[in-house]
């Protein structure tokens, strides 16, 4: 008793110094200073390497090995909260972005990133976060400093875990790429001469931009299954490189348009934006993928935010190529944009060639809008506003009337035969035989498997 007693006494004057710390000023918080890098020849280098067919890149990842157990500082309150607070600067930076390989946040504990000025904050990430991987990969942050902040209750401090690896300097600047001015706005409507898009407004929802290791970028969607209980499914193509070791770093970004209508190939069509990258989902896991027929089925580790309005798009695995095609993608990353093809549609290879084994449906040139880098992964919608098949790629642009191919549902759906190269193990889970199912949005799911539904489900 008197050992603990004596322990006890020791241990109450530091207890009640923390607990009597002042808050610091930003200016006392301890700073990291990344290499600089050199925003123009990495321009440079990334130019040249699109020109390959590569997937787009916008940052560079600075290896980093940073804790709260080496770095930053911790403040007490009187409340009994613990706060750790690290500034992370990257000079030139257009955003930053944040892979912690090591994340484990206890109950009650939320982690923030912000501008010093406050002026943007991205979070709380919480114990919503917590996943099997242990990782945590975050959305853009803009500017070339960012603040890293952890509050937690004093007694959990010690559950906390959290490593930063990575951190990525944006040289390109993700949120003001430009598209091409021929691509069409998806907010466009009758007002502005464009109702041709008005039948396909669920489906917009379905799609959004994502980032990968926080560097790369590629387009994908939400996809329905017949259980109808809005599972988070997410396709892409699998060119995009989206792997099982990987596939905890997707970050995507919904509804990130622009809110009114630039008029195609004007100049504000080919200028900034107005969207936002506000609603986001963070973290995924690798359920299918066929490299034959270039498809991803991921299942996202979070459900998406009702605030998303998100819309789980609808399907059709026949093998018959469709007439008029509807493709909704982000290219260069840019806000969100619709294309339209009047052409009858082939069946062929990736490279364009017509042949009826082939994997692809081929585009053979859009009448309305174009593709470019960034709108991989992005679906191919036929006119019942079901998906048929997600962009591989091709020669298409504003000034190169051509094709585009796009690996199709038909292959994809039985794969190589196995759940884990196939999507109908998880888009007809019950075995229905369903060929075409209907899109739904996610506030209008059903939990319930009831047979009853599932002819409502078979589109006529």
Request: glycine share 8%.
């Amino acid at each position: 008793m008197r050992t603990i007693l004596l322990a006890v006494l020791f241990l109450i004057p530091i207890f009640s110094l923390a607990q009597k710390q002042p808050a610091l000023s930003l200016g006392e918080v301890p700073q990291i200073r990344l290499p600089e890098l050199d925003n123009e020849a990495l321009k440079a280098k990334e130019k040249e390497r699109r020109q390959t067919g590569a997937i787009p890149a916008f940052a560079e990842t600075h290896p980093t090995n940073i804790s709260p157990e080496a770095h930053g500082i911790w403040t007490y309150a009187k409340s009994g909260t613990a706060t750790w607070r690290l500034r992370i600067y990257s000079k030139g930076a257009k955003s930053l972005n944040f892979g912690f390989t090591q994340y484990f946040m206890p109950e009650g504990g939320e982690l923030l990133l912000y501008t010093p000025d406050r002026k943007v904050v991205k979070g709380p990430f919480s114990v919503s976060e917590n996943n099997s991987d242990k990782q945590l990969w975050t959305p853009i942050v803009a500017g070339e400093e960012v603040v890293l902040e952890v509050q937690l209750p004093l007694e959990k401090k010690e559950e906390l875990e959290l490593h930063l690896s990575a951190v990525n300097h944006d040289f390109m600047g993700f949120e003001s790429l430009l598209s091409q001015r021929c691509n069409l706005d998806v907010n466009c409507g009758t007002e502005d001469g464009w109702d041709i898009i008005n039948p396909y407004r669920d489906i917009i929802k379905s799609v959004g931009l994502y980032s990968l290791n926080g560097r790369l970028s590629c387009t994908g969607f939400l996809v329905n299954n017949a259980r109808q209980d809005c599972t988070p499914y997410y396709m892409t193509a699998a060119h995009c490189g989206v792997t099982a070791r990987n596939a905890a770093s997707l970050v995507v970004y919904w509804n990130f348009e622009n809110s009114t209508c630039r008029p195609v190939n004007s100049a504000l069509s080919g200028q900034n934006g107005d969207g936002n990258l506000e609603q986001f989902n963070t973290g995924a896991r690798l359920i299918a993928d066929n490299g034959a027929s270039d498809m991803t089925l991921l299942q996202l580790n979070t459900p998406v935010a009702d605030s998303v309005g998100a819309f789980y798009a609808g399907w059709n695995n026949s093998p018959m190529a469709p007439d008029t095609v509807i493709s909704i993608h982000h290219p260069s990353t840019d806000e969100k944009r619709i294309s339209f093809s009047y052409q009858k549609t082939a069946i062929g290879r990736r490279e364009g060639i017509v042949e009826e084994t082939g994997q692809f449906i081929i585009v053979p040139n859009w009448d309305v809008g174009t593709t470019e880098g960034g709108s991989s992964g992005g679906p191919l919608f036929n006119t019942a506003g079901e998906v048929v098949g997600q962009l591989f790629g091709g020669l298409a642009s504003c000034n190169n009337p051509e094709f585009d191919s796009y690996g199709r549902i038909f292959n994809s759906w039985e794969g190589n035969e196995t759940p884990d190269t196939r999507l109908k193990d998880w888009l007809d889970p019950e075995g229905l035989g369903l060929t075409r199912l209907k899109g739904m949005y996610k506030t209008d799911c059903d939990r319930q498997i009831r047979p009853s539904v599932f002819q409502e489900l078979i589109c006529a």
